[in-house]
């Protein structure tokens, strides 16, 4: 059952896989931000988009990388709860380009790293409620030249694309997604073997080693 909003307080839930993160979290907000309420944790991304549905909280805490889902870590919990009216800080201890950029083309209002305070962090989680962007000093610098070149970004993903036959697109897009390759195979009616060939053909055009890879390469461009 969803808990009942009503003291005024913003709900937060706290989402990374170290049990000890998510106590160590709860605890210096508990301590510095009696305006904040915890009202949930998950260790994983199906348990993540599970109790973000249930608790409906203000502001979601994601660690970047988690296990389960579909391969894109803190990215599949928040396109698993697009549906909902919460909003996503990212707080990891990555400071790569590629997964503030990431996180953030898929519908985080911030990112900051956990060498964060707790006050900052309170503060960042009261902005990201109200509505504003949040990103530690070093790191907005990613997202704006990400999205200051936007136009080249395109550009750039639809010469990708185009090494890519209709069929390879399609295999690519559902891979991303982490369907298996017989799942693949039956949602477009072809033979495993068939998807395996797409598969290599795919990793080869785009120089990617991996399906991992794969995930992240067409979620930054936003082609899943």
Same mark, same amino acid.
């Given at each position: ?19 000890? %993160?998510?106590?160590? %979290? ?199």
């Amino acid at each position: 059952m969803s808990e009942t909003p009503g003291d005024g307080r913003l709900r937060v839930v706290v989402v990374d896989d170290h049990a000890l %993160v998510r106590s160590g %979290v709860r605890s210096e907000l508990e301590a510095h931000a009696p305006d904040l309420r915890i009202v949930g944790e998950a260790a994983d991304v199906e348990s993540a988009v599970a109790v973000v549905h249930e608790t409906l909280p203000d502001v979601v805490l994601l660690d970047v990388h988690l296990p389960g889902g579909r391969g894109g870590g803190g990215i599949d919990v928040i396109t698993g709860c697009r549906d909902l009216s919460a909003r996503f800080l990212a707080l990891s201890v990555s400071d790569s380009s590629e997964d503030v950029v990431g996180v953030i083309r898929a519908g985080a209002r911030g990112y900051v790293t956990k060498a964060i305070t707790p006050t900052e962090l309170a503060d960042a989680v009261r902005r990201v409620a109200g509505g504003d962007a949040v990103f530690s000093p070093r790191l907005a610098g990613f997202v704006l030249d990400a999205f200051g070149t936007a136009a080249k970004d395109i550009a750039t993903t639809d010469d990708e694309l185009d090494r890519l036959s209709a069929r390879e697109q399609e295999v690519m897009r559902l891979i991303a997604r982490g369907y298996s390759y017989k799942e693949v195979a039956s949602e477009l009616f072809i033979s495993v073997k068939t998807v395996e060939t797409h598969v290599s053909a795919v990793l080869r055009k785009l120089q990617l080693s991996s399906r991992h890879e794969l995930t992240r390469w067409a979620a930054v461009r936003r082609l899943i």
